[in-house]
């Protein structure tokens, strides 16, 4: 079992920045990648950026050179480091870890924190 939980979130203006963190909890050695995930009011939960267990990185296209995902495996820990931030960037923002393989993956999601940028 993996236990995961956010901080960081907060009401920042546009072009501002903020830097949210997950640590995890319990079984973290079995954690292979780490996420972070957004939902914004009325839409579906999205990909933000993912670290795999090789440390290599991916981001969505609305985010990519603005935000910065980093990872510390020894400790469970993953942050987001969001700059020039936007309205659009307004969202419950959910970490994410996946452990294990096949029949034996379990994903796992943190309770989510609140993100929202003012115009």
């Known amino acids: 079992q993996v236990q995961l939980v956010e901080s960081g979130g907060g009401l920042v203006q546009a072009g501002g920045s903020l830097r949210l963190s997950c640590v995890a909890s319990?079984?973290?050695?079995?954690?292979?990648?780490m996420a972070w995930y957004r939902q914004a009011p009325g839409k579906q939960r999205e990909l933000v950026a993912e670290?795999?267990?090789?440390?290599?990185?991916n981001y969505a296209a609305s985010v990519k050179g603005r935000f910065t995902i980093s990872r510390d495996t020894a400790k469970g820990t993953v942050d987001l480091q969001m700059n020039s931030l936007k309205p659009e960037d307004t969202a419950v923002y959910y970490c994410?870890?996946?452990?294990?393989?096949?029949?034996?993956?379990?994903?796992?999601w943190g309770q989510g924190t609140q993100v929202t940028v003012s115009s």
């Open positions: 994410y870890a996946v452990a294990g393989s096949g029949p034996f993956r379990y994903d796992y």
């Open positions: 319990g079984s973290i050695s079995s954690i292979n990648a």
């Open positions: 670290v795999s267990g090789g440390s290599s990185t």
